[in-house]
């Protein structure tokens, strides 16, 4: 990545949330640049951060990676590709023109300007800048002004250099990746679970993922499924490792025990089945997690969604666990959700017909309020410690790098 040559197009970036960090920003500022350089390593390109925007310059060969790198880089607010011109009136009249006849080509009718000026020593105030840049645009027609819901709000930067750029694209917002520990993800093929790991990368959290597999009851194709999933999220995540682990063993205990163990407070163990393979699940996620230094499980539970979310059974499902469990969804409902997994691009694969192992074993008629002290009965007359412990050694691991995704798409060369 070059430091000193200077590249055509810039692109300015604003920064989110972590402006609001206080004495630590700069802890934010410095994890921000870092992940902005782990995308784009390999892309010719310069990244700097000067008084809260985020600056990237880079050749024309490297704008599509610039810009698949801010559409999913975590913890900025918006971006645009800016013109640089020199701080006098003429040279910002002729880019707010430029910006305007550009905006125009795109269907915009109406505009604004609006400026900051960081540079207090800039001759005009921002009210006159702002004035002067929008008169050949307007005086020429070439779009009408509206200073309350324009087509496109012009904006005029004045700092070290001046900047004029139109509409921001808006994305990701949260905090950079990174600055809020490591939790591990519990990940299905379903919508719920790459959006919680979404949700809590947007949180600062780097997210590792582990996915339960029953082979030959769910398919190789299931499989590959919750792999794309993962690859996907890594897109947001910089780098998420998967950790395939076979449960085969586990669930046809949990059948078995389930068709022959007597009633437990008149309830069938079948009806606890769900429940059980959930509270197997949470015991070998949190061996794992431990091991990877993860400080959380996640979730794609929400709250009343099916029969093992209910609160009765989610305390259930908590009781095994040896480490805080975060549920980012639980307040959402399917709509939400899936209107996020469209936002960053899971909703087309979680929705392919290959059947996880929780669907595959659900019992007909699920316990909706279990009692821990019940299912703990239950869970110990499966016996099945051992069981667990053979699946979390034979587990396999696999690194999903969204540098990867960027060599592939856009060409960049391969770092050594």
Sequence with gaps: MQEKETFDTVFLVQLGELTLKGSNIKEFEQRLVQNTRLYLEGVESHVHLRSGRMFIECPAASIPAVEFTLRHLIGINGWARAIQ?????????????????????????????????????????????????????????ILEVDVHKPDVMIRVEIREKCYVYGNAERVNRGLPVGTGGRGLLLLSGGLDSPVAGYRMMRRGMKVDCCYFHAYPYTSVQAQEKVEKLARIISQYGIETHINIIPFTDVQM??????????????????????????????????????????????????????????????????????????????????????????????????ILPYEDCCVLFSPKHPVLRAKVEDAKLLYDALDCEALIQEAYEKREVKLFNVRDQVWKDFGTKEIK
């Excluded at 006098?88 to 609006?114: H, P, R, W």
């Design 85 to 141: 011109c020199e701080k006098n009136i003429d040279s910002i009249k002729a880019a707010v023109m430029k910006t305007a006849l550009q905006a125009k080509e795109q269907g915009a009718k109406t505009f604004k300007v609006d400026t900051r000026r960081p540079d207090k020593s800039f001759p005009l105030n921002s009210y006159e800048t702002s004035a002067q840049a929008a008169e050949d645009v307007y005086e020429q027609k």
């Design 253 to 350: 205990r949990i059948k078995e025990v389930s068709r022959t163990h007597e009633p437990v407070g008149g309830i069938k163990a079948d009806a606890y089945s769900t429940l059980l393979l959930r509270m197997c699940m949470m015991r070998c996620a949190t061996m794992v997690a431990k091991h990877i230094k993860s400080k959380c499980l996640i979730t794609g539970e929400s709250l009343g969604q099916v029969a093992s979310q209910t609160i009765e059974n989610m305390e259930v499902t908590e009781s095994m666990c040896g480490l805080p469990l975060l549920r980012p969804l639980v307040g959402l409902d399917k709509e939400e959700i899936v209107d996020t997994a469209k936002q960053i691009g899971t909703y087309e694969t979680s």
